[in-house]
């Protein structure tokens, strides 16, 4: 959610280099990065207040979609039905509410409109007119909420992701953990906050640490507001830029970083 739109293209097409793929008749706009093969990423949509409507997740088919519509079901989740069609280009959606106060969606459709500025044959490197950043892709998003136990139960046994690396107190709590679907260090995050439902932010890949430094000199460029780096995090070394967008979302750009198997034993941290 964003606070004015026009300023939110400025940032999010000029900075941070995503590509305006359409418009609704709501007012949303859809972007990708221009690795993506799907037609969007990325939905802005204008408010009173910033934040996150939702993260969605993609599943292999149709019938996955029931299945796993049938076990959130099962979990004692409440779903909730989405029509094809309600966001452009995309099929019918499974709305959910994790312990944590987030909300998600899984779908199966969404159109095949291949990566942006290259061709499928004989690709170059990447496209020649990208913009700003010239981000790669979107990577991840971090969560604030409480009830993270319960979070992890329904992620891990329902949705099938592992767990990748945690932060644990010194009674053995978990108080962050991150969880992928993949190889990556993660696809989503949550951190332990009293207040349900919080967003910390969307994440972004870029190639190089050449480019993350690039990146802080636009973000200096256009008096764009920074949170923290360049720098490499803690949890799975990512090298790192956090800023905000004109409405106070946070925004990240990273390179590199731990990969995972789920075969791997989760990577834990000392809270101190």
């Known amino acids: 959610r964003v606070l004015d739109m026009g300023k939110a293209l400025e940032h999010y097409i000029e900075l941070l280099g995503l590509i305006e793929m359409d418009r609704d008749d709501q007012g949303r706009v859809y972007l990708k990065a221009w690795s993506e093969v799907d037609k969007f990423s990325v939905v802005l949509r204008e408010a009173d207040e910033p934040g996150m409507d939702f993260m969605g997740f993609k599943v292999v088919d149709e019938v996955s979609l029931q299945q796993l519509e049938q076990d959130?079901?099962?979990?004692?989740?409440?779903v909730e039905?989405?029509?094809?069609?309600?966001?452009?280009?995309?099929?019918?959606?499974?709305?959910?509410?994790?312990?944590?106060?987030?909300?998600?969606?899984?779908?199966?459709?969404?159109?095949?409109?291949?990566?942006w500025g290259v061709n499928e044959v004989n690709?170059?490197?990447w496209p020649r007119d990208l913009?700003?950043?010239?981000a790669v892709r979107f990577d991840h998003c971090l969560l604030y909420g409480d009830e993270l136990q319960a979070t992890y139960e329904l992620f891990t046994e329902v949705l099938g992701f592992y767990l990748a690396e945690q932060v644990v107190d010194a009674e053995g709590i978990r108080l962050a953990q991150f969880l992928s679907l993949s190889t990556k260090a993660h696809d989503v995050a949550f951190i332990q906050h009293a207040e349900k439902g919080k967003f910390h932010h969307a994440s972004f890949l870029l190639d190089t640490w050449e480019?993350?430094?690039?990146?802080?000199?636009?973000?200096?460029?256009?008096?764009?507001?920074?949170?923290?780096g360049p720098t490499r995090h803690?949890?799975?070394?990512?090298?790192?830029?956090?800023?905000f967008d004109p409405s106070g979302n946070r925004c990240e750009v990273f390179c590199g970083g731990n990969y995972n198997y789920p075969d791997h034993k989760p990577v834990t941290w000392l809270a101190k």
Do not use: W
């Open 131 to 134: 913009k700003g950043m010239s």
């Open 211 to 228: 480019d993350v430094l690039r990146a802080a000199d636009l973000i200096s460029m256009t008096d764009t507001s920074i949170d923290i």
């Open 81 to 115: 039905q989405v029509p094809a069609g309600e966001l452009n280009s995309c099929g019918r959606r499974v709305r959910f509410q994790a312990p944590s106060g987030h909300h998600f969606e899984l779908y199966a459709d969404k159109e095949y409109t291949g990566k």
């Open 123 to 125: 690709p170059e490197a």
């Open 72 to 78: 959130l079901q099962a979990h004692g989740c409440s």
């Open 234 to 243: 803690g949890l799975t070394h990512g090298k790192t830029i956090y800023f």
